[in-house]
Structures are given as C-alpha cells and as structure tokens.
C-alpha cells in the first residue's frame, strides 16, 4: 500500500462526504489526502501523529484491511449512479448534485444522452459552458489510460519509488521528472533483477493490465489506468540509461550523437554506454555542463552545456515564501493560526493570506468588516516577531468593467494585492481590456492564474496573452505561476514567451485552501526550471524588506 493509494481513498471519503453535504468534515480529508501524499517515508503509526486522530485511525485501518470504514459506510449511503457521475474527472460534487437530482440523471449513459441532446446548456442553472465542461470530462472518461497532471505523477512515482528503493536502484524518469504539466505515463529506470522486482511490483501494486514487456521493459496499468514504466538496466550503465530515458526524444538523440562523435557506442535499447557514477559524470564525459532534467527538451540549452553556460536555475532553498494562500475568512479551512504554524515547518520568511474579495460570492469573498478582522489577526500574530512574517493581501475580483474589487479606503493596509479573473467573458478583446486595464490600475501587484485554464474543466479564456505580457511588464507587475495541480496554467512556453515581451519577474504560489495543499511547493520547482527561471525573476526569493519594497510600487 502506498501513500498514493492511502491519499486516494482519503481522497474518495472526502467526495462522498462533500455529496453529503459535510464541507468541513471533507476538507480535513482532503488536508491529510495532500499531507500523506508528498510524504517522504511510508505512511505509519509513527509518521502521522500530527494528522486528526479519525483519520489516523482511517489510515491505520486502511494499511491493515485496504478499505476504512468511513468510506464504506458512505458508499451504503450514497446512490451508486450518484457517486459515479461525481467520479468523473473535473466533476465538483455540487454540480453531481444538481444533475442527479434536478435532471434526475441516473447514470453515464443518461449523461451522455442529456449532453448530446442539448438539454442540459438549456437549463438556466447550467448553461453553455458547463455542457463544454461535461463533453470534456466524459471524453476524458473514456480515454483508456489516465492523463496525470504534474503533481499526480509526480506524488505518485514518489510513493512507488520509497517502497522499491529498499532493493532496487530505481529513478524517475521521463516526462515527469522533466516537469511537463500534463503526463501520459511514468517511467522509471530501475537497476536490478527483472523477476524479482515484477514480484515486488505486484504486492505493492494492484496491477490492472499487463502491457508490452521484453527482456528490459515491462509496462503496466495499475487499477486507476496509470500507465507505469520500467526500463531494466545493467548498474554499471544506470546513469548514461537515466539520462537517455529522462530526456525529450529529440535531446536523447541529440546527445548520441555528441557521445558517438566522442567514440562511444550506443546499447540495443538505445543508451550511450558511457560507466558513471552520477549524471554529472556522464555529462562530463561528454564535454558538457549537468544539464538540469527539467530543461532537457533538445533545444539551445545543448549547446549552453556544450559551452559551460547554462544559468543556473532556481532551486526549491531559494523560495522565501508562498504568496497565494486562502484561510478560512473565505473559502478555505484552515485559520490563519494554523496556517502560520504549517508554514513554519517550510523554513519560509514570509507568507501572503490573500482570500477572494468580496464580490465572488461563490468563494465567500470577504467584506470589508471581515477584512479588518483578518488583518487585526495577523497583526497579532506578527507580535510573535518570529518567521514567517504573515503580508496581508487580497485575491480581489477584476470585474466586468476592468475596475478592481478592492476597498479603496484599506488599500494602503495591503501589502500584497492579488488580481484575478473568475468569471471570463466571451471574446478575447473584452478579457484583453479587462486585464490590461487591472495591470495598468496601478493597483495590483500580481495577476493569479493568468489564463484561466482548469485541467479537465476549462480551457484557457481566450486571451491576447502578448499584450498582457507587455502591459505586465511595463507597470512592474508579476504574472503568477499557480501551483494548484489543476491549475498550472502558466505553462513554460508561456513563461517563456512573457520573458521576450520583456516580463523581468514572476512570483509563485499554491493557491492553498487548506494546509495541506501548502505542500505544493515541492513539484513546483519543477515548474519554475522547466521554464528557466532564474533566482533574481522570482519575487518569492527576496528578502522581506526587498519584497515589501518591490509590492509597495504600486501607485497610492
Ligand atoms: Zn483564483
Ligand atoms: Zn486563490
């Protein structure tokens, strides 16, 4: 049992009980779900003390038995047509309450069929949108493997690997130990004897399907329809193998031809057979730089490493804080006391609180008596004088219009302003202005989530992301890259693109709504490599008075 299947019926308890209608109860599932699942050990008594002492036990009983009976005693409860419609990827309980009891559907099929006919884009309460939503999420239904975003994979190979590390030499590698947003699969490199580790494989592992396997290769499909990869070999070649199963296919071939022109010959499986004990070795053999993993995609970072002139890219040490997190002023659970205590396990030197302004009812946005209470707290808790240093900020609305919610009277008490667009409108010229005119406000710091784009649920707003870019960065205002694993909207090639438009910072955040999604950070830095970014670009790695300086720009 790893921690991913672990976090994945803790996962399941807290959408049965969402559907029930107990939110705080689910978010504390939800909190140990992300908690237990970017653990660095195996999931024990002693590993998670600090969790509620009711899911301690739920995790207690679900390493002896597989199941918990929280869950299953939910299950009796709730119909099973219900529950399967609130399976489906991108589906938010409240939404599978609504079409199973207003539109009485009943079960996939009738989904399917209300979708196809129009009925439900009809419906006042659904509309256009949420009928894209649904095509989305049953196309992603029927797919036959599932696509993982970078968190998934990447939480998941990790919880593989502490398992089969004990006796095996086993990496990460392909896609997902490259950073992309979006896998189809995970592969590993593993050293060590083939039959042995498919029998080890198979008591960690609920295997659904047997794919392709040879002498150096098995494939699998485990019970959620991952696709697991497992390139076999020999310990003295691991390093060269993991280099060449880590890069994009264009880089590997690329740096064959580096190792071949250097006089080294090449396996069967299609490695470099260059002895090593690290990558760095490997690279060095081949006259080049280490090249991070995360960049490896066959483009002019070759040649940089060729001439020893790679930057040097961020590192997860240099993240001073996290500036986009909820508490429970709006919609997330945790208090800011709780949060506070979290992040000081994080060795962070700041945090940003910046929960939705109150125009967006739908996250209980905070009224401006609620506001000062909440900076009334922080301020108290600052009198602690130890870190991290709590900046008052605000997720506030970009309305219609352009014009920020933000009360303008309390506007100096932010040290943080955080703008963002929930509810798009329909064509690219109107979203354009809107942001534009936020950026050029003076008023806001940050733009949260730039794109709009949900994995599984929405596709970017149309946007003319050049001049947002531009406009961004001539008011000195940072483009967000946003950690929530649905999220991560600002892709690399966006960074990228933001960067030739002259856009000379960035900052980051989880976008927690509770204290377990604060563990975030962890694969995100995958992100932040992934698209270059560089130490002096990202705000998250001033220091406090640099920060507050840099934030304080804004026009008063
Ligand atoms: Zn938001
Ligand atoms: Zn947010």
Same mark, same amino acid.
């Given at each position: ?27 504390? $599932? ?30 207690? &009983? ?17 119909p099973k047509s219900l529950r399967g419609i609130a399976n489906l990827p991108g589906m938010r309980a409240e939404n ?29 309460? %659904? ?34 690997? !502490? ?32 039959? *042995?580790? *498919? ?21 699998? *499909?485990?019970? $959620?329809?991952?696709?697991?990869? =497992? ?19 264009? $880089? ?76 429970? %002023? ?7 006391? &709780? ?5 000081? =396990?994080?060795? $962070? ?58 009360? !303008? ?60 870019s531009k406009a961004a960065s001539k008011n000195r205002v940072t483009l967000e890259i946003n950690l929530f694993p ?71």
């Open positions: 049992m790893t921690n991913w299947d672990i976090a994945n019926i803790l996962l399941q308890t807290k959408l049965l009980l969402l559907l029930r209608g107990e939110k705080e109860l689910a978010a504390k $599932y939800e909190n140990a779900a992300y908690t237990i699942g970017i653990l660095d050990y195996p999931a024990n008594d002693k590993g998670i003390a600090f969790l509620p002492e009711i899911i301690q036990s739920d995790i207690q &009983e679900i390493l002896n038995t597989g199941n918990c009976e929280a869950k299953e005693t939910l299950e009796k409860e709730i599978a309450i609504k079409l199973y009891e207003k539109l009485q559907i009943d079960s996939i099929n009738d989904l399917k069929r209300a979708v196809s006919s129009g009925e439900i884009k009809e419906k006042k309460e %659904f509309g256009t949108r949420f009928e894209e939503q649904l095509r989305r999420s049953l196309i992603e239904y029927e797919r036959d493997f599932k696509e993982l975003t970078l968190f998934e994979g990447y939480t998941y190979a990790k919880s593989i690997m !502490m398992f089969l590390n004990k006796d095996f030499t086993i990496k990460l590698a392909g896609s997902v130990r490259r950073g992309k947003e979006l896998v189809n699969n995970i592969d590993f490199v593993v050293a060590g004897d083939k039959e *042995k580790f *498919k029998k080890t494989l198979n008591e960690l592992i609920s295997i659904r399907k047997t794919g392709k396997e040879n002498q150096n290769f098995v494939s699998i *499909k485990d019970k $959620y329809n991952i696709i697991l990869n =497992f390139y076999f070999v020999p310990h003295e070649y691991f390093y060269s193998a993991l280099i060449y199963f880590t890069g994009s296919k264009i $880089y590997s071939k690329m740096l064959n031809e580096i190792g071949k022109v250097k006089g080294f010959n090449i396996s069967k499986e299609g490695y470099l057979l260059i002895e090593g004990q690290d990558e760095k070795q490997i690279f060095e053999k081949l006259g080049m730089q280490y090249t991070p993993p995360e960049i490896r995609e066959g483009e002019e970072e070759i040649d940089l490493a060729l001439s020893n002139s790679l930057p040097e890219l961020i590192d997860e040490k240099d993240i001073k804080g996290d500036l986009h997190i909820h508490s429970n %002023f709006s919609d997330g659970t945790n208090s800011i006391r &709780e949060i506070k205590n979290e992040a000081s =396990f994080k060795n $962070y030197t700041f945090i940003a609180i910046t929960d939705h302004s109150q125009s967006l009812k739908i996250a209980r946005g905070v009224s401006k008596e609620k506001l000062l209470k909440e900076f009334e707290i922080i301020d108290k808790i600052n009198m602690d004088g130890d870190e991290p240093v709590l900046l008052k900020g605000i997720e506030a609305e970009i309305n219609m219009d352009g014009t920020l919610d933000v009360e !303008m009277d309390l506007e100096k008490k932010f040290d943080i302003i955080i703008g963002a667009l929930h509810a798009f409108s329909q064509t690219n010229y109107e979203n354009t202005e809107r942001v534009k005119k936020a950026i050029e406000s003076g008023l806001i710091n940050v733009i949260a989530h730039p794109t709009g784009r949900i994995i599984h649920v929405r596709e970017a707003m149309p946007l003319n992301f050049d001049e947002i649905n999220r991560i909207d600002l892709s690399s090639g966006l960074v990228k693109e933001a960067r030739r438009n002259g856009l000379k910072y960035f900052s980051i955040g989880t976008d927690a709504h509770n204290t377990g999604h604060l563990n975030f950070m962890e694969y995100g830095i995958k992100i932040l490599r992934r698209s270059w970014v560089k130490r002096e670009e990202l705000i998250n790695t001033f220091e406090l008075k640099e920060l507050r300086e840099f934030l304080w720009n804004r026009k008063h």
